[in-house]
């Protein structure tokens, strides 16, 4: 994307929580979701737009762990890896997932289609394993299930 588009879509961001520092956090989060990643170039804009220092924004991009400085895929898969999911056999449903898409967690496909995470806990014991492509839960999965799901993708 060129710096100009850039620029301007980080404006319109900017503009919508009227260039407050208040709305840093939610800034970034639409910005984020804009190009799944956080681009330097559009750090470096918001902070010329909130007039603060660049380390500033910096920091809450990488204090918070939703937050990626390396861009995604299209998709992010995120397996949960905490203990329920753990003996429930996540393990066996990363492999899977590395076999078939080529990649390791935390690496994105050559068609920057997806985007492999692993975490230590989701929230959702009750129904794991667990694995999330973008913000859609699938529910007990079985290895047998992971085609048909990356398929849906």
Same mark, same amino acid.
């Given at each position: 994307?060129?710096?100009?588009?850039?620029?301007?879509?980080?404006?319109? $961001?900017?503009?919508? =929580?009227?260039?407050? *520092?208040?709305?840093?956090?939610?800034?970034? #989060?639409?910005? #984020?979701? %804009? =190009?799944?990643?956080? +681009? &330097?170039?559009?750090?470096?804009? /918001?902070?010329?737009?909130? !007039? $603060?220092?660049?380390?500033?924004?910096?920091?809450?991009?990488?204090?918070?762990?939703?937050?990626?400085? &390396? +861009?995604?895929?299209?998709? %992010?898969?995120?397996?949960?890896?905490?203990?329920?999911?753990?003996?429930?056999?996540?393990?066996?449903?990363?492999?899977? %997932? #590395?076999?078939?898409? &080529? $990649?390791? +967690?935390?690496?994105?496909?050559?068609? !920057?289609?997806?985007?492999?995470?692993?975490?230590?806990?989701?929230?959702?014991?009750? $129904?794991? +394993? /667990?694995?999330?492509?973008?913000?859609?839960? =699938?529910?007990? /999965?079985?290895? !047998? &299930?992971?085609?048909? *799901?990356? !398929?849906?993708?």
């Amino acid at each position: 994307m060129k710096q100009v588009d850039l620029d301007k879509e980080t404006d319109k $961001i900017v503009d919508r =929580y009227n260039a407050r *520092i208040t709305g840093s956090v939610s800034i970034l #989060q639409d910005i #984020q979701a %804009l =190009y799944h990643y956080l +681009p &330097k170039e559009a750090l470096i804009r /918001v902070a010329e737009r909130l !007039n $603060i220092p660049l380390s500033q924004v910096f920091s809450l991009a990488t204090f918070y762990k939703a937050f990626t400085l &390396k +861009p995604h895929g299209k998709h %992010l898969v995120c397996v949960c890896l905490g203990t329920a999911c753990h003996v429930r056999g996540a393990h066996s449903l990363v492999d899977e %997932l #590395q076999r078939r898409l &080529k $990649i390791k +967690p935390g690496e994105t496909t050559k068609d !920057n289609k997806f985007t492999l995470a692993v975490v230590n806990c989701l929230g959702c014991c009750a $129904i794991g +394993p /667990v694995m999330v492509i973008d913000d859609k839960y =699938y529910e007990h /999965v079985r290895v !047998n &299930k992971i085609d048909s *799901i990356l !398929n849906k993708y």
